[in-house]
């Protein structure tokens, strides 16, 4: 069982920072195109940034600018850097990390990271 653990998460006021970790004992992040998706309550879960095993970067258009996703291979962990956090950025953040092999899709999940932002 493949576990991704996610930490970092808390509550800031708006305007604050965080950086949120994603980390596998598991699986080799640099082969794999990581993802950070977030999901408010009552609404689906988003994409919010994702890396690809070449370093390809994308970003939702909500979080351009504030939010920064990065990879460190040393120590096999993915961060996501929010700056300028909003009360809309409030939401359970989600690792994800995929990968095409062959036919096949791998597809695995961490647990989920509560963000609130409020004043």
């Known amino acids: 069982q493949v576990q991704l653990v996610e930490s970092g ?6 305007g604050g920072s965080l950086r949120l970790s994603c980390a596998s004992s598991e ?18 879960r988003e994409s919010v940034a994702t890396i690809t095993s070449d370093g390809n970067t994308d970003y939702a258009d909500s979080v351009k600018g504030r939010f920064t996703i990065s ?8 961060y996501l850097q929010m700056n300028s956090l909003k009360p809309e950025d409030t939401a359970v953040y989600y ?3 995929s990968r095409q092999l062959f036919s096949r899709q791998y597809v695995y999940w961490g647990q989920g990271t509560q963000v609130t932002i409020s004043s």
Do not use: E, H
């Open 27 to 44: 699986i080799i992040f640099s082969i794999y195109t990581m993802g950070w998706y977030r999901q408010a309550p009552g609404k689906q």
């Open 71 to 78: 990879r460190d291979s040393s120590k096999n962990t993915v």
């Open 9 to 14: 998460g808390g509550l800031v006021q708006p």
């Open 95 to 97: 690792c994800k990390a």
